[in-house]
């Protein structure tokens, strides 16, 4: 079940410089995305969400764009720092009520290097 | 800020046998739930649970697996006979339940059956 894909398993950006991350998504059911930063042994920690009724989202360094015709979003990040290597989930959820079923994808692991 | 917190950090059992994986959700949040994550694979969803009750459950969470809220703490997974291919990482999340918010996860129990 591939509704939610990274196609890109990995990422290496320059300190200082604009990290992209790209997810995809086949079900137009889904209104609502998120982008989790996971870092080993650790949960995944909530970055920065988008409605579908926005087409961007900006919360200080982080950005999400949606495309909703294309079932694009990407998530930029700049300028990049090394703290910010992580593994990068992106996650998406239909309009169930409040209980909100995430489908993730198989996320991006970023490297910046110092 | 507020945490997920999960316990124990790791688990280790043997097939067949019953394990409890336990979770203290953040105090004001109302909407309760379990994801895995097999190693090498993506994170699912398991279940969520409102009100004292399942909303939401994967066709992954079948007849082995139970969820609990035995006081006003505590959440609990149950997996009655533990089979080789449950071994994952298992994360509780909890959400305030407002409308579009978002998950907040716990660090995860690694659960290996032997």
């Known amino acids: 079940d591939q509704q939610v894909k990274q196609n890109s398993p990995s990422l290496s950006v320059q300190e200082g410089r604009i990290s992209i991350l790209n997810c995809d998504y086949t079900?137009?059911?889904?209104?609502?995305f998120l982008w989790y930063k996971k870092y080993p042994a650790e949960g995944p920690t909530f970055l920065i969400s988008?409605?579908?009724?926005?087409d961007k989202n900006e919360d200080g360094r982080f950005t999400v764009f949606l495309n909703k015709s294309a079932k694009h979003l990407s998530l930029h990040i700049v300028p990049s720092q090394p703290g910010d290597s992580a593994v990068y989930f992106c996650?998406?959820?239909?309009?169930?009520?409040?209980?909100?079923?995430?489908?993730f994808g198989s996320g991006t692991q970023l490297t910046v290097l110092p | 800020e507020p945490e997920v917190t999960q316990t124990p950090s790791h688990q280790v059992t043997q097939m067949g046998q019953e394990v409890i994986l336990r979770c203290v959700p953040i105090?004001?949040?109302?909407?309760f739930y379990w994801y895995r994550q097999i190693l090498g694979q993506k994170v699912e969803f398991l279940v969520s649970?409102?009100?004292?009750?399942?909303?939401?459950k994967s066709e992954i969470f079948d007849d082995q697996f139970s969820v609990e809220r035995p006081d006003g703490s505590n959440f609990t997974l149950k997996i009655r006979s533990t089979k080789l291919e449950d071994s994952a990482m298992y994360f509780c999340?909890?959400?305030?339940?407002?409308?579009?918010?978002?998950?907040?996860f716990g660090s995860g129990t690694q659960l290996s059956v032997l």
């Open positions: 988008i409605s579908s009724i926005k």
């Open positions: 105090s004001n949040h109302l909407y």
């Open positions: 999340a909890s959400s305030a339940g407002t409308g579009n918010e978002k998950l907040f």
């Open positions: 649970f409102y009100n004292n009750e399942i909303s939401e």
């Open positions: 996650a998406a959820s239909e309009a169930a009520g409040s209980a909100r079923q995430l489908t």
């Open positions: 079900n137009s059911m889904f209104d609502y």
